[in-house]
């Protein structure tokens, strides 16, 4: 066995201790290695470089963790039945849903349904974040090239979009 200085940080100090290195023996005869003081710093820096990689890797590992089990919350969240909140209620008063709005609605569910981000998508479909993050909200109308666009970045043809919609019109109405 051989001592060996290690070198601990810790908020702008410096703590040296001596640490027990075993060695390898060469043909039985025990060979005791003399580290110089940078290779030491070396093989300290190694090390604090490994332990950071695997805390950094542990914190990714849990944030993606997180995520998953906020997907699968949602997912299950949405496949309660619920109620058919489609009509708006102004002053007493029943709204029909504009064709817009609904447009809006039905991509802003198949966005988060396929976990995907306003900007994962509007990169994908060569749209501004903030022009589908409006489109999504029904304050802008879209022209068919866009739809076509962004029904596209989704996975889905414009026909499948346009369908889904008249299914969320249908529930709207009943």
């Known amino acids: 066995m051989n001592t060996m200085d290690m070198m601990t940080f810790t908020e702008g100090q410096t703590e040296v201790r001596k640490v027990e290195v075993s060695t390898p023996s060469r043909n039985g005869t025990a060979r005791m290695r003399e580290l110089t003081p940078a290779q030491r ?28 089990r906020m997907w699968q919350e949602e997912d299950a969240e949405t496949a309660k039945p619920r109620a058919v909140v489609r009509k708006r209620e102004t002053m007493g008063e029943v709204k029909e849903v504009s064709l817009r709005e609904a447009i809006g609605h039905v991509l802003r569910d198949l966005r988060t ?40 970045s989704l996975g889905l043809s414009t026909s499948q979009m346009l369908r889904m919609v008249a299914d969320y019109l249908d529930s709207v109405d009943a």
């Open 113 to 152: 349904h396929d976990h995907k981000t306003l900007r994962e998508v509007s990169e994908k479909a060569g749209v501004s974040l903030g022009y589908l993050s409006e489109v999504e909200r029904g304050q802008k109308e879209a022209s068919s090239e866009l739809l076509a666009s962004i029904s596209e």
């Open 41 to 68: 710093r070396a093989v300290m820096f190694a090390q604090q470089q490994v332990l950071r990689a695997r805390a950094a890797k542990k914190a990714k590992d849990e944030r993606q963790a997180a995520l998953v």
